[in-house]
């Protein structure tokens, strides 16, 4: 939550989070099941998806033009993956003769 949000506006905010959490119970009853599996808009979500947090992503997360999202599978070399961006969208604050 952006830190100059007034008191109103978090307010409103943790309203449309609880409106949200009750439009997924109900959501939740009215979707298609088989063996567990949800079918929500034409993909069939397994049981352990974390389907209650990608509802709430969907319907309050707002992405800024400078977010960046990296994606890596586990052990995968994520830490040296977020050096490597780290580095190039940095290398214009650094000489090349430097150190760096």
């Known amino acids: 939550m952006p ?3 007034s008191y109103n506006e978090k307010q409103d905010d943790e309203e449309a989070y609880q409106e949200t959490i009750a439009k997924y119970g109900e ?3 009215s979707l298609p099941k088989e063996r567990g599996w ?3 808009q034409g993909f069939w979500l397994s049981p352990a998806c974390p389907f209650k947090g990608a509802l709430l992503l969907q319907h ?3 992405a ?4 960046i999202f990296l994606a890596t599978f586990q052990k995968s070399g994520t830490t040296w ?3 490597l961006m780290f580095a190039i969208m940095n290398r214009a604050l650094y000489d090349v003769s430097s150190d760096h």
């Open 81 to 83: 993956l977020r050096a």
């Open 64 to 67: 800024r033009p400078s977010d």
């Open 38 to 40: 949800i079918q929500y």
């Open 3 to 5: 830190r100059n949000q």
């Open 60 to 62: 309050h997360f707002h």
């Open 27 to 29: 959501l939740v009853l």
